[in-house]
């Protein structure tokens, strides 16, 4: 089996808790430019190239995050929840604007 497949990219990637912009990759909606606002961050943790432990980052009010592991919560700040570990990133559209939806009544 090729090792390539088993082991874990572990290279620091920067991501923007506010503000995120994907203009460039969505098609355009009346001038639109929305922007998206992190909400959740999970993150693994690697110990070996075997296994390794996951934990969660969540945005609640007031900009506080809040980590969870296992059972133990612990309030966190900004700069300490963009880590290398993060792994699967949650946003949200920062303004929405109701003209989006599809009225699906019959």
Known sequence: ???????????????????????????????????????????????????????VFIKVENYTWVKCNDSVLTCSIAKDVVTKDAYLLFYKRSEFDSSNIINLTY
């Open 1 to 55: 089996m090729n090792e390539s497949f088993i082991d874990k990219r572990d290279e620091f990637v920067d991501f923007p808790l506010e503000r995120l912009h994907l203009w460039e990759y969505m098609e355009k909606q009346k001038g639109q430019k929305d922007e998206y606002e992190l909400y959740g961050i999970v993150n693994h943790h690697s110990y070996s190239k075997h296994g390794g432990h996951y934990t």
